[in-house]
């Protein structure tokens, strides 16, 4: 399998698109050597499409002069990512090669968490004084613009205490007569987040008002840095992946290709042996009704269909709650209208299932069979459903993640309302 | 329930934010009304705010000079999604509302599918020609700023024929010197998308780029519009939620919130009564075993734990290779080496569960119960994991959608494979 990749590693002329097709196959050593024989702008190319994690990994592969060349390429919010995804012991070699003014700017962002609002920020943003005319804010962006600045797309007006007062595009400087100060024409509805703000609700806000940037502003509206769309992009990825992997109950892996086998057992392990736990009660459950099973066999033909018809119906309602929960379609503060509304489709669900297997119930054992498995899945839909669109709003209330209420727990915990309701209503109906 | 924000929209003061927290609870008539008594720069942020769907509705619903009004202070691309989002018959009405060149530019981008980069892009882009100067260049640009241009953050060099020939930042050009041409400082390494590009591919590029806005081309390299970072941001929520919902077999419910009772039957009932079909076959298998469950109903104890473990195992890693490929973290081409990390993976998880189970069967059997549990869930551990990762795979192949490898399909194939394993087992090693 490897083959044709090494071969191509060893052509002259690789490109950036060539090393990176090759990169998961490839190993630390092998790309550092096949990054090191690109030319200089596929390099550059390379190196900007490498997420954060593979920077890492291959400054520290790379020699000592490269390696300080390829750092310091970084902006300081990319450069904190890169040393935060090296090993431990690495970091402090890795902040070491910076200039000590980017060292510092890198050291700051450092402290912050890495999903709050602080720690996707820039701290280099482009300021103005409110007393500035528009022709000295563009002749003092144009020597700026050479800098290395964030973005100089957004503008920022702060007091001399660094703190904010008005926001402008550049285009609005751009389009405004030459000797309005920056004062008459900046907005100072300013859409802004706080350092500590989650990076999902950042996300949010970008999300629903299009901007290219907010500002970050500590308790005293001091403005600490920018967020840019571009960060945001990789936050909504990465949120969605969690939410993905929490909903199918496999522990947050954020890359299946890099996690070593390890790190994979051991976040699949916990939630299967946890899921057996639950498990448990539905065995107890056929336990109890063993005289009732033994009395009529044909019973455990319907048994999986029914458990699994309510384990579905719950995973689907539960789906449906956790993403509209995630994106804000809808508030937690709804349910009640929500409740009502899952009540009304998860009726005429189970009205349509239960006359699904009503068919096969007779085929298979008869009228009085039929009547069970006929109500016991109209049943359990609704059930299903109802535990699997209250167990995220549960989750919400108490402060947890609502995607916690994965699916194959939705499914564990409805098999077992599917085994009692299923004999309890066997041994009533046909007195068994 | 509605009483308090019915009486907050009677409010003198409605704040965008308060409306827009009512919203979901309001009837259509309702919102029209708040909205109508919004302040304008509240109006205005409340507009900007709403998706497409609800800002068709709203407009549909606002009186004929208001609708003009608002209508009219869309970006073409943006007018068109709202016009797509109208329904068939008021369509017309609305385009009839738009002055007549911004209606020939809305009317050519509805011709693009949806989910293309076409539907994603805005014809109102910044070009430049080759031989202008930086000076003259920031000059046109400068009146240009005034007008209603998507974005002058970057510019497109193109012939006389609209052939892409470069591109460059608004910010480079600044910082160059006034004489330079543009051909001079342009770069000619453009990254570009054609007209039928899928939009996910669109995101990813993106994503893998960190670019603010990408052209798009045509077959002859003719720019027609471009594509910029805030309508990808959309687009990466909108593919998140669709794979979502794909993945817990939901059809795909774009907005909970806003559908209608009818279409959440409708989506969710057919995979339900589908998934009923499949476990027809688990039902099908333990008839076939009926004398073995009569001769051992203990062993009736341990179905929901395997069979359920089974699904689990498959539905971890059928999530983290559906999301893995829809990333891009993993290529559909790697799937052998993929594959032999989840054997290793499944059977050191197999083994664990194995080890669990047995304890509970040595206390609830004995010896032979035991065995055959242990030995079962290894055995299914293993099959459910390489379903779940295969079977997403198999669909990239036939160019579908990984995740119509739906979760309770996963679960429900694991279940059939785990009723097979484990009585044939049982018949197998404890005779009977």
């Known amino acids: 399998m490897t083959q044709p990749e090494t071969s191509a590693l060893a052509h002259e ?6 090393l990176l097709d090759a990169w998961n196959v490839l190993g630390p050593d092998e790309r550092a050597e096949g990054f090191l024989s690109l030319a200089r ?3 550059l190319d390379c190196f900007a499409r490498l997420p954060a994690r593979d920077q890492a990994e291959l400054l520290l592969h790379l020699p000592l002069v490269e390696r300080r ?15 935060q995804e090296a090993p431990e012991e690495a970091r402090s070699r890795l902040l070491e090669l910076l200039d000590e003014p980017t060292r510092r700017e890198v050291t700051a962002l450092l402290a912050y968490a890495e999903d709050d609002a602080g720690g996707l920020m820039s701290p280099r943003f482009a300021r103005l004084r409110p007393e500035m005319t528009v022709d000295e804010a563009i002749t003092y962006l144009r020597r700026q613009a050479r800098e290395r600045l964030e973005t100089i797309y957004y503008l920022y007006v702060l007091d001399p205490e660094q703190r904010l007062l008005g926001v402008l595009s550049f285009r609005d400087l751009f389009a405004a007569p030459p000797d309005k100060t920056i004062e008459q024409i900046m907005s100072t509805h300013v859409v802004a987040v706080t350092e500590d703000m989650d990076q999902e609700e950042v996300s949010r806000l970008f999300h629903e008002h299009g901007h290219l940037a907010v500002p970050v502003l500590d308790a005293e509206r001091r403005v600490k840095g920018i967020v840019t769309v571009d960060d945001v992009l990789d936050v909504v990825e990465e949120e969605a992946t969690e939410d993905f992997h929490r909903i199918a109950a496999t522990g947050v892996v954020p890359s299946l290709a890099a996690a070593s086998l390890r790190t994979l057992y051991q976040k699949r392990v916990g939630w299967l042996l946890l899921l057996v ?15 009732t099973i033994a009395a009529a066999v044909t019973l455990v033909f319907f048994l999986p269909l029914l458990i699994d018809s309510a384990g579905n119906a719950g995973s689907q309602s539960a789906t449906l709650m956790v993403r509209a929960l995630a994106t804000g379609d809808v508030q937690v503060g709804e349910w009640v209208r929500l409740l009502g509304r ?6 005429a669900l189970g009205a349509t299932m239960a006359a699904a297997v009503a068919l096969l119930g007779l085929y298979r054992g008869g ?7 006929a109500t016991t899945m109209a049943l359990v839909v609704l059930v299903g459903s109802v535990i699997g669109m209250l167990f995220p709003i549960a989750l919400s209330y108490l402060d947890l ?8 727990l939705i499914t564990s915990i409805a098999d077992i309302a599917g085994v009692l309701i299923y004999f309890s209503l ?5 007195g068994l």
């Open 277 to 291: 736990f639950v498990n448990i009660f539905s065995g107890a459950g056929l336990a109890y009704f063993e005289d």
């Open 13 to 18: 002329n690789l490109s950036a698109d060539e």
């Open 342 to 347: 899952e009540l009304t489709v998860a009726l």
């Open 426 to 430: 066997a041994r009533w109906l046909l």
């Open 41 to 43: 702008d596929e390099a």
């Open 401 to 408: 993640d609502p995607a916690t209420a994965s699916t194959p």
């Open 69 to 83: 060349l390829w750092l310091r390429q970084l902006e300081p919010d990319d450069a904190a990512d890169v040393v």
């Open 367 to 373: 009228p009085p069979i039929a009547l069970v498995v």
